[in-house]
């Protein structure tokens, strides 16, 4: 028997709403102190309905970090393959991250920092992690092939205007967009610019 469009629909609407409980309880909590029974209270279901869509706490974490970053790495993944110059590429997929990030500030935070503190076997999550990042870096070697960023070290380069950049998109002034130009400053304030 198949399911209508409307019970699929009901389906992915349960399942944020297990997305964004489980959020605020691996927040609170931490993933090792965390349980299914705090999840199902905070998403505001029974611990069966829970146990429908994960049979874990830690299935709940790896489909959040997967879908979070399988979607992250979709919506850059035009601009990273866009014929522009390195350095233009890189702004514009700074920008596009940038976005996502405004809109669901909770979720990147989470992104970005849960998977430093687990040590799973299985991280499904770090394919699409491992793509973004390489293609960051591949980006800045080639603009520094190009002289469009000075002759750093990339992996220190990606490291350093990372951290600047999601202090700017996390801890920024939330009102005010994030712009070629804001992105543009961040780089010059970090690196000295090539000579022309």
């Known amino acids: 028997m198949s ?7 009901e389906r992915e609407i349960r399942k944020e709403r297990i997305i964004s409980g489980a959020l605020e ?3 609170k909590h931490g993933i090792k102190n965390s349980t299914m029974e ?3 209270s905070e998403s505001d279901f029974g611990k069966a309905t829970l146990y429908y869509y994960f049979q874990s706490k830690e ?3 790896c489909h ?4 979070g970053w399988e979607n992250l790495w979709a919506s850059v993944e035009t601009v990273i393959n866009s014929h522009e110059s390195p350095r233009k ?3 514009e997929t700074l920008l596009v991250i940038a976005k996502h990030i405004r809109k669901k500030p909770a979720l990147y935070e989470f992104l970005f920092n849960a ?3 687990v040590s799973f076997k299985e991280r499904p999550w770090e394919k699409f992690q491992k793509r973004m990042y390489s293609a960051l870096q591949s980006l800045l070697k080639e603009g520094i092939k190009k002289g469009e960023f000075p002759a750093i070290n990339p992996g220190l380069l990606f490291k350093a205007m990372g951290g600047l950049f999601l202090g700017l998109v996390l801890m920024g002034d939330k009102k005010e967009s994030i712009s070629e130009a804001k992105i543009e400053d961040l780089i010059n304030q970090l690196i000295i610019e090539p000579s022309n």
């Open 64 to 67: 959040i970090l997967e879908d």
């Open 89 to 91: 590429t890189f702004i």
């Open 25 to 27: 309880v691996f927040k």
């Open 3 to 9: 399911i209508s469009n409307r019970q699929r629909e």
């Open 115 to 117: 998977p430093q503190k």
């Open 38 to 40: 705090q999840i199902a």
């Open 59 to 61: 299935e709940v974490f």
